[in-house]
């Protein structure tokens, strides 16, 4: 195998998502290349994004019903269609549209009911990929995900984006917001009662 063919495997094992037909790579995915960086070092998530990750799950376990729910992590994949497939950082499904006959070993190809994305982990550094945040959520709410929440940590915001309203809404995340079913969440909160500070 040549050099050549080495790298094409690398690129292609560095691809994070599919969308409108483009290859989405990890962030960081040029050092892997340049043989700065292994791929494990940009695939993996930072403390803190694998901290809120286990704070939504906890939520979703505690709260939400789970005869009713089937709760995903680990960057859970969504085929959509043959130009886009998709990860979520957490989701959640209805046992009603994903049933056990549409559970196997390829990606989902029904909406989740909620998505949560922490952090914007695909290289966006191309001027064709910066409205990729918006993309995406608009991707996933034609598909007919209800709710789409994106956590930034470095500005301590979240956004949240439903079917239901005409506005997409951005805010501080120091503020009770509802997940599913009357249950919410207040990442300020949480992260100031476990004494985790984020930023200066």
Avoid: C
Wanted: aromatic fraction near 12%; proline fraction near 2%.
């Amino acid at each position: 195998m040549g050099k050549t063919s080495k790298q094409k495997v690398l690129l292609e094992s560095l691809v994070y998502e599919v969308l409108d037909g483009r290859p989405l790579y990890y962030r960081g995915y040029e050092a892997v290349l340049a043989g700065k960086k292994t791929p494990e070092e940009i695939m993996g998530s930072s403390s803190l994004q694998w901290v809120l990750v286990s704070y939504f799950m906890r939520i979703m376990f505690r709260s939400l019903n789970e005869k009713k729910y089937w709760f995903a992590s680990n960057e859970a994949g969504v085929h959509i269609d043959h130009r886009n497939n998709l990860s979520h950082d957490v989701a959640i499904y209805e046992k009603s549209i994903l049933t056990p006959d549409k559970i196997n070993v390829h990606y989902v190809d029904v909406p989740a009911k909620v998505v949560i994305e922490i952090d914007v982990k695909a290289d966006i550094s191309k001027i064709e990929d910066f409205n990729y945040v918006n993309k995406k959520t608009r991707k996933l709410l034609d598909f007919g995900t209800s709710k789409v929440i994106w956590v930034f940590t470095d500005t301590q915001q979240i956004m949240i984006a439903e079917q239901s309203a005409d506005a997409w809404l951005t805010m501080d995340w120091n503020r009770e917001l509802e997940l599913l079913d009357g249950q919410s969440f207040n990442i300020g909160r949480y992260l100031a009662e476990e004494g985790i500070k984020v930023g200066d």
